[in-house]
């Protein structure tokens, strides 16, 4: 298959890039989407300014169909005991969504097929080479048969893993360990007030939220280092602790834990190199977020919009964006980990504490930001 822009990654970003380019220039585009079916979807709070790039995209119409639940504030008990809400109204925005992951997702790739996009579902990346009579040739495999896209410009949006810019010289630099391990409770007795709560706790935090099937997805967010000496990926060491809150067990208090905990990474990261000649990577895989910051998909949806824009630049013959791009990245990463600091610096109960004292001021009172950790719970 021969194509203008390849995609590597079916998520949030790599479609928001599929879509602009099919809506907003002639570019052909495939997408390779690894994603399989029945994989654990966790689900994922947005704001209310998620409006504008759902609309840019053409798909606003479609996510309201869908029937997200609908998010009226957050709530949290950090840096007191005391549980204080923000109301997403306050900000004169309306209010967000508990999101149906699996049925956003599937949302986003129906419209990339119906905007024109060819779509390689289930297929695996294997290896980027020269193309014949094109920039690149991507290969991998679909249900065992071998595929190979030959295109102008390529596009990583292979979420944390950033498989693709990672193939072509480009390193994964992580600032901390952070792992989610998450759990789902049913609650269709349980009468669970329509916002998610966040609990600072000695080892970690707590998040909790009601998805729009009924269940409520319950977090714990720590170092894996830490993960692993306190076996709290296990479903009983997990429960432990979870009996120790005081918030967020009482959202779930009496239900019964469904199926595995599932693990998921949650670092801070970003790509030392975002971009080259004629490729890109975008989403996660060009900078990752700590959940607390609320930039997942939001972030996702609009740098894979951006990074269709430098796509289509590039092969017009200009490529003047690209460098706004890169530095863009990097400028915003930065001011990422300042924000990032800041926020895990109003909790000082437990500074003594091995989670709380690398996201605090060290000695020097510099932040203390690079740990990267790594273990079985990373991505």
């Not at 495939?30 to 609309?55: F, H, K, N, Q």
Request: aromatic share 10%; with cysteine.
């Amino acid at each position: 298959m021969k194509t203008d822009v390849v995609v590597v990654g079916g998520g949030p970003a790599g479609c928001a890039a599929a879509l602009t380019l099919r809506k907003y220039s002639d570019l052909r585009v495939a997408v390779i989407d690894g994603r399989r079916a029945g994989e654990p979807s966790i689900g994922e709070t947005i704001g209310p300014g998620a409006y504008g790039i759902l609309a840019w995209l053409g798909v606003w119409p479609s996510f309201l169909a869908d029937g997200h639940l609908q998010a009226h504030s957050t709530a949290a008990a950090w840096g007191s005991p005391e549980i204080l809400h923000q109301e997403f109204f306050f900000g004169g925005q309306g209010f967000g969504w508990h999101l149906d992951r699996a049925k956003f997702d599937r949302m986003l790739v129906n419209a990339v097929v119906e905007a024109g996009g060819d779509l390689i579902a289930g297929a695996t990346f294997r290896t980027i080479s020269k193309g014949r009579d094109t920039f690149w040739k991507v290969e991998g495999l679909s249900e065992g048969a071998a595929v190979e896209i030959e295109a102008d410009f390529l596009i990583d949006a292979t979420g944390r893993q950033s498989r693709v810019a990672r193939e072509l010289g480009a390193n994964s630099r992580a600032f901390d360990g952070l792992c989610g391990i998450v759990g789902f409770y049913s609650a269709p007795s349980l009468e669970v007030e329509n916002f998610a709560v966040i609990e600072s706790v000695p080892e970690g935090w707590w998040y909790s939220a009601p998805l729009p099937d009924g269940r409520v997805a319950v977090a714990f967010m720590s170092d894996s280092d830490l993960i692993r000496a306190t076996r709290a990926h296990e479903a009983q060491e997990w429960s432990e602790l979870l009996m120790k809150t005081v918030h967020t067990r009482d959202r779930v208090v009496g239900q019964r834990l469904l199926g595995p905990l599932v693990v998921r990474s949650a670092s801070s990261r970003c790509l030392d190199r975002a971009g080259g000649d004629h490729w890109l990577a975008t989403g996660d895989a060009v900078a990752a977020f700590d959940p607390l910051s609320s930039m997942g998909i939001g972030h996702a949806l609009t740098s894979g919009a951006h990074a269709a824009r430098v796509a289509e630049n590039v092969l017009r013959g200009s490529g003047g964006l690209m460098a706004g791009y890169l530095e863009g990245v990097a400028t915003n990463f930065s001011g990422y980990l300042e924000l990032r600091s800041r926020f895990y610096g109003v909790e000082r109960r437990w500074m003594d504490k091995p989670f709380w004292s690398r996201r605090n001021l060290s000695k020097s009172g510099e932040p203390v930001l690079e740990l990267a950790l790594s273990g079985p719970f990373a991505e």
